[in-house]
């Protein structure tokens, strides 16, 4: 009778760890395709300021050093200028900052980080960060034009100073998104959505 036993328990042992091993490939399957539907073609643009197409509001502002700084309008150096929006306290653009430069290094675009706060707190990021040849902006006032809600949020111009991508930069996807905007023609996450919505609709018919 003891012997029956073990050998019933057993079986419904082995009964529940299989089933526990095919829910459990269920839900990573399903986790998969989440991870594919909601993959970051684009940074997720959650202002309402100017849009992309617009010509960038323009400012003359010192940057951390004194030196004089161009926002918006035609380059100088005919290159593309990333706007990065931070703060100081901000942990995400703290960990962002090293993705920020390598990045804009490798693909040649002018970055420009545009923050807000306490003199203390930019004094520690600044001796904190190498920025290298990324110019570095205390200004509310620009962030305000951009209706900037939230951050990290970066902005990409054109030589000619259009906005051609802009949103939320929580990720090294969502910034390399914005990069590479012109290229892949979808400016946002919402972009990316309503196409591919539209050609499911499309197949679908």
Known sequence: MTTQFLIASNVLLWLAFIGVAVVMLGLLRQIGLLHERSSPMGAMITDHGPDIGDAAPTFDLPDHKGAGVRIGGASATKRPTLLMFTAPTCPVCDK??????????????????????????????????????????????????????????????????????????????????????????????????????????????
Do not use: C, W
Request: net charge neutral; hydrophobic share 45%; aromatic share 6%.
């Open 96 to 205: 962002l900052f090293p993705i920020i430069k390598s990045i804009a290094k490798a693909e040649k675009v002018a970055v420009v980080m545009i923050s807000d706060g306490q003199p203390d707190e930019h004094q520690r990021f600044l001796e904190k960060h190498d920025l290298g040849d990324i110019r570095y902006v205390v200004s509310a006032e620009v962030g305000m034009a951009f209706q900037v809600g939230k951050i990290p949020y970066g902005v990409l111009l054109d030589a000619d100073g259009v906005i051609r991508a802009k949103g939320l930069t929580n990720t090294r996807e969502h910034l390399e998104s914005l990069l590479e905007a012109d290229k892949s023609g979808f400016a946002s996450i919402q972009q990316f959505m309503t196409a591919r919505k539209h050609a499911h609709g499309a197949h679908a018919a």
